[in-house]
Each structure stands twice: as C-alpha cells, then as structure tokens.
C-alpha cells in the first residue's frame, strides 16, 4: 500500500497563491504517475493536473489556464502543485493520486491506484 499525505492547503483571498505537496509513503519509480484531482462539495471529482515521475510529462485541465505548475522533486520523493492567480472556484478539497503503471489517460481517476486524504483550499472573493 501508498500512503499519501497532502499539505498545503489553506484559505486565501482572491488572486493569491498556494503550494500544494504530496509525498508518498515509499520511494517513486519511474512508471509512476502522480495526478491532482478536487471535488468541491455536491459536485464529482476533477481532474486537476497530473506528471509522469520518468520523464516530467504534464497535464493540465482546461480550467488551469496557465496558472499551475504541477512538479516533482527527486530528492525530496515530492510532488508539487503551485496554484496562482486563484479564484473563488478554485475552492475545493484537493487530492493527491498516484497511478503505478502510467494509465493511458491522465486525466481518468479510474486509473489512479492510492488516493490521500485531500487538503482544503479556500478563496475568499
């Protein structure tokens, strides 16, 4: 089994950012997938962004517009989400997903394997 364990999260007014972290419980291998998802409340899960481990390969929903930058860290066995410019829609709770095997589509949660927590982003208008 994965653990994950978000941090990151908080409340910020409009137009400010946050980073979002996510680490594993184990070592990532290169045929991992890390992905970001959110669900804010009476709505279904979104995909968020997501990045091979290998070779740094992103995605991004079209909701971002530029204004995240998923990342890994090595070193660290860390995965980042830096969030701009954020609005109030952007609240929700946000999780961390890894899917081992790389799924075809990165953008699909039925491929993701472990699922954290999640932590709470909130923009205040």
């Known amino acids: 089994q994965v653990q994950l364990v978000e941090s990151g999260g908080g409340l910020v007014q409009a137009g400010g950012s946050l980073r979002l972290s996510c680490a594993p419980s184990e070592r990532t291998f290169n045929s991992y997938r890390m992905g970001w998802f959110r669900q804010a409340p009476g709505k279904d899960r979104e995909f968020v962004a997501a990045?091979?481990?290998?070779?740094?390969?992103?995605s991004y929903a079209d909701f971002v517009e530029g204004r995240f930058t998923i990342s890994r860290d090595n070193a660290k066995n860390t995965v980042y989400l830096r969030m701009n410019s954020l609005k109030p829609e952007d609240s929700a709770v946000y999780y961390c997903?890894?899917?081992?095997?790389?799924?075809?589509?990165?953008?699909?949660?039925?491929?993701?394997?472990?699922w954290g927590q999640g932590t709470q982003v909130t923009v205040a208008s």
């Open positions: 990045i091979t481990w290998g070779g740094g390969m992103t």
């Open positions: 997903a890894v899917d081992r095997v790389g799924a075809a589509n990165p953008r699909s949660s039925f491929g993701y394997d472990y």
